[in-house]
């Protein structure tokens, strides 16, 4: 079983940035493909970026491409998710997800996650 704990949101002006953080614990992290994602109210939870187990690639939502950067420190069992340039659009519950066995083609799909952390709220606003 694992277990992930977000941290790292908060409120921030427009352009701004933000670094999340994801720990995990109850795994061996670098077997796990790992994602985040985020939901904002009334609407479907969406993908942000993933990176497969190992580092070995990384993958963004057009909306976040070369604004956002995925990274893992395996050493430390944690993800990370670097926001530049943030946009009021940008504002939800951000989510931190691992999957063990998800194949490349399900990366972006919520339900095939195995496991989810609690989410930590980003706000991007004057």
């Known amino acids: 079983q694992v277990q992930l704990v977000e941290s790292g949101g908060g409120l921030v002006q427009p352009g701004g940035s933000l670094r999340l953080s994801c720990a995990a614990s109850g795994g061996t992290f670098s077997t796990y493909t790992m994602a985040w994602f985020r939901q904002a109210p009334g609407t479907e939870r969406e993908f942000v970026a993933a990176t497969r187990r190992n580092g070995a690639s990384t993958h963004y939502a057009d909306s976040v491409k070369g604004r956002f950067t995925i990274s893992r420190d395996n050493a430390k069992n944690t993800v990370y998710l670097q926001m530049n340039s943030l946009k009021p659009e940008d504002t939800a519950v951000y989510y931190c997800?691992?999957?063990?066995?998800?194949?490349?083609?399900?990366?972006?799909?919520?339900?095939?996650?195995?496991?989810w952390g609690q989410g930590t709220q980003v706000t991007v606003s004057s």
């Open positions: 997800a691992a999957d063990r066995g998800i194949i490349l083609s399900s990366i972006r799909v919520p339900h095939q996650y195995d496991y």
